[in-house]
């Protein structure tokens, strides 16, 4: 069992920058690819970024790539999403998800949630 904790959202104005970071409970959190979503009002939760256990291996939405970064640090259970560079269209609740598998951008794949941090963008 893992659980996730999200927090770092809040209110910016576009342009400005947020980190998300989201603290994992458990003694396995290395094993685990972690991943971000986000869901809009009235839009499906879609991907927006992931990482392998070992930090190796980094994934991205499109709408991500050259402005979101993650990382993790598995001494500390956490992983982090460094937003850069953010446009209203990012507003959304953003979510930490753990995957005992493989990368996946596909959110069923995930096995663990957290209940979410609310970035809203200004413009």
């Known amino acids: 069992q893992v659980r996730l904790v999200e927090s770092g959202g809040g209110l910016v104005q576009a342009g400005g920058s947020l980190r998300l970071s989201c603290a994992a409970s458990?003694?396995?959190?290395?094993?685990?690819?972690m991943g971000w979503f986000r869901q809009a009002p009235g839009k499906e939760r879609e991907f927006v970024a992931a990482?392998?256990?070992?930090?190796?291996?980094?994934y991205y939405a499109d709408s991500a790539k050259g402005r979101f970064t993650i990382s993790r640090d598995n001494a500390k259970n956490t992983v982090y999403l460094q937003m850069n560079s953010l446009k209203p269209e990012d507003s959304a609740v953003y979510y930490c998800a753990a995957n005992r598998g493989v990368a996946s951008a596909v959110a069923v794949n995930y096995d663990y949630w957290g209940q979410g941090t609310q970035v809203t963008v200004s413009s």
């Open positions: 990482i392998s256990w070992s930090s190796s291996n980094t």
């Open positions: 458990g003694r396995t959190f290395s094993s685990y690819v």
